[in-house]
């Protein structure tokens, strides 16, 4: 269907970004019930706590489920471990976006959000969608195929949906002559802005500069 990542990002062609200065806090939040510790009181309260990349996952996949969506791609920023689940200990990415490519009824869609400044509140947000679409279709008002109508025209998801190699790596799109050396070149120059270890630099930057590399060293030959 695509060749969309689930790490790092894989934006879909077509689809506007939210300004960084623009995302917001979201009320995307889980309770959690708590009881007095007072010997003899009843007394409980439910405390909300803001969600975990984690959860937003899991209320993103159950609605997936529900929605009958067959093979799921959830491209994010989030590092994965080994067995394709997010990374403990990692702070938010700078780019908390989230794309979500799947079939539905025989057909490739896309939904992406990155309104609000926290990864975990986008996974929740495209699942609540999910559920508003769902929705239409159970109260009979009208179908899926009506509500996806509106994503029709977006390109179809594919390897325009990342960056242009030569967009990341800095090199001018007019450039001739474009050699492995030149490549590797850009790349050093531009690892040492972006690598982890540098002020400034990030994960998810890193591996998207290491996904440029080897795209361009792949099309030059």
């Not at 300004?19 to 003899?40: D, H, V």
């Not at 007394?43 to 489920?65: A, C, F, I, Y």
């Not at 989030?78 to 938010?92: A, C, F």
């Not at 495209?126 to 109260?139: N, S």
Request: net charge positive; aromatic share 8%.
């Amino acid at each position: 269907m695509t060749d969309a990542t689930r790490y790092p990002l894989s934006w879909p062609l077509g689809w506007p970004r939210k300004p960084a200065e623009r995302r917001a806090r979201a009320k995307f939040t889980k309770g959690e019930r708590r009881y007095s510790s007072q010997p003899g009181s009843s007394h409980s309260w439910v405390d909300k706590k803001s969600l975990t990349v984690p959860q937003g996952l899991g209320r993103l996949q159950l609605e997936l489920e529900r929605l009958g969506a067959r093979g799921v791609i959830i491209s994010t920023n989030v590092e994965l471990n080994s067995y394709g689940d997010p990374r403990g200990g990692r702070r938010d990415p700078d780019d908390p976006g989230v794309a979500v490519y799947f079939k539905l009824n025989k057909k490739d869609r896309v939904l992406a959000c990155d309104g609000w400044d926290r990864t975990a509140d986008n996974l929740a947000a495209v699942a609540a969608h999910i559920d508003a679409i769902r929705r239409i279709d159970r109260y009979g008002v009208g179908t899926l195929d009506q509500a996806f109508a509106g994503y029709d025209a977006l390109p179809p998801p594919g390897a325009h949906n990342r960056p242009p190699w030569r967009k990341v790596l800095g090199i001018a799109e007019d450039a001739p002559f474009v050699t492995a050396g030149i490549v590797q070149h850009f790349y050093k120059v531009k690892a040492r802005e972006m690598h982890p270890d540098i002020s400034g630099g990030s994960h998810e930057a890193m591996a998207q500069l290491n996904e440029a590399r080897d795209a361009a060293l792949q099309e030059i030959g």
